[in-house]
């Protein structure tokens, strides 16, 4: 009997040690907190959890639904990384709000799309027609780069990725120029004859690439240039962390989820 009470006593005293070390090795997790915008950002962070919880990194990751808080968290130490913005937008951030934020890694592109709200005919634009675009510098200045080249307003030379809509110059149809929170655009789309979207938010609507009446090309320099990229704070660019979860998200899983998921609304640029 007392044999078999040592043996008892034993194989619990194992099974504590053997709990014990689970606990402690979950605990040696390296937490790595990154903010996302839920649509298709956090979708694509959420396909690699396990992958990088093999790797000894436990991703956490955050949704915004707006484009200022995420790189201020970023900046404030809060997040490690975020994943939401393009380039030009984020470089317009340090400039504006004296942040260091930069870029460790270009994952995808989505084109951005002019959408039927009240009309439907790009080729018959009403007089005075109103037509939605984003409110931020860069995101306006895309959306008008893209009128402009269907033909329906002309901007000075010099405006860039910087123009507003005191750049347009000509404007045959006289259309009217209504600027919005980029993530309102949807919404808006009853109330004007067409809205100017950024792919992430049609995504979320509920919206189809193959729903806009026309779009960047997909060879553009919009590709490249307004590639969506992970973000960190200037000296955590090499973060072991970081640098594991680029390399899973510059990845042939992720590169095919992206091609299969969203059907064109995002494309992967790796």
């Excluded at 915004?64 to 939401?84: I, R, S």
């Excluded at 994952?107 to 790009?122: N, Q, T």
């Amino acid at each position: 009997m007392k044999k078999i009470l040592v043996l008892a006593l034993a194989a619990l005293l194992c099974l504590g040690v053997m709990v014990g070390c689970g606990g402690a090795a979950e605990e040696e997790l390296v937490t790595l907190k990154v903010g996302a915008s839920p649509t298709p950002h956090a979708e694509i962070l959420a396909q690699l959890k396990e992958d990088l919880k093999a790797e000894g990194i436990n991703l956490e990751i955050v949704e915004y639904t707006d484009f200022v808080m995420p790189n201020t968290a970023v900046e404030n130490g809060e997040l490690d990384a975020n994943f939401f913005q393009h380039a030009p937008y984020m470089e317009n951030f340090n400039v504006e709000q004296g942040t260091h934020l930069v870029s460790v890694a270009a994952i995808h592109y989505e084109p951005m799309g002019v959408y039927a709200g009240k009309s439907s005919d790009l080729n018959n634009i009403p007089e005075g027609a109103k037509i939605a675009v984003p409110n931020d510098t860069t995101n306006e200045a895309r959306a008008l780069l893209l009128l402009e080249e269907l033909g329906i307003i002309k901007l000075k030379e010099d405006a860039g990725l910087t123009a507003t809509k005191l750049d347009i110059v000509e404007n045959a149809h006289n259309v009217e120029i209504i600027e919005a929170e980029a993530a309102q655009l949807p919404r808006s789309l009853p109330d004007v004859d067409f809205g100017v979207i950024n792919g992430n938010y049609a995504i979320q609507a509920g919206m189809k690439a193959s729903d806009a009446l026309a779009a960047e090309a997909k060879d553009a320099l919009a590709a490249t240039t307004f590639a969506n990229i992970l973000t960190v704070k200037e000296g955590n660019e090499n973060n072991e962390a970081v640098l594991a979860l680029v390399k899973a998200m510059q990845s042939e899983k992720i590169k095919k989820y992206i091609e299969e998921t969203y059907e064109g609304a995002a494309l992967p640029v790796f």
